[in-house]
């Protein structure tokens, strides 16, 4: 586990919510709520009877055209940016958010591959990045869930260091804390 504090909000606020950046839009959202005059939560697990079995079949055939792997778990955070942008938008800052993020499925598969882990797919149940604004500071938690207990923490401390790395690959500014 990895605790940052955000030294550039305006930077992550603007590749989080801006309709025209996509750096965040591939992770799956588990939850984000905001409160500001009002407190609105979103909750990012996925519902298929929302949807009829041509309707599912056409989202299961977009994914993989596009190379991703159908979540039927949560939806991607890039299907409820632009409700969020409008939820906060205006003159004043919220009073906080916290929003929670799963490396998409696509990506663990890739992720693993890079780390020196004798751990499958599989075995990994999720790799999550959480950003909490309080109203004055913004932090981000890394997380890592297995499905096996293990005492190896390599997928930990890789996952730690690939939050850093797409800070950094996106210029986000943050203190380890």
Wanted: net charge negative.
């Amino acid at each position: 586990m990895l605790a940052l504090r955000i030294t550039d909000i305006k930077q992550i606020m603007r590749l989080l919510l801006d309709k025209n950046e996509t750096a965040f839009d591939s992770f799956l959202l588990s939850e984000a709520s905001f409160t500001t005059n009002a407190q609105m939560t979103i909750d990012g697990h996925f519902h298929p009877e929302f949807y009829s079995a041509s309707e599912l079949e056409e989202l299961k055939e977009e994914a993989l055209k596009d190379n991703r792997i159908f979540s039927g778990k949560m939806i991607r955070f890039a299907q409820v940016k632009s409700q969020c942008f409008d939820f906060i938008k205006g003159t004043r800052t919220p009073l906080g958010f916290k929003i929670t993020l799963y490396l998409a499925d696509e990506n663990i598969e890739k992720f693993l591959a890079q780390t020196d882990t004798q751990l499958g797919k599989n075995d990994v149940d999720g790799l999550s990045m959480t950003l909490q604004y309080d109203g004055s500071e913004l932090r981000c938690v890394s997380g890592t869930s297995l499905k096996i207990f293990t005492m190896d923490r390599s997928v930990d401390i890789a996952w730690d260091n690939m939050v850093k790395k797409f800070f950094d690959r996106f210029q986000i500014g943050y203190e380890e804390l």
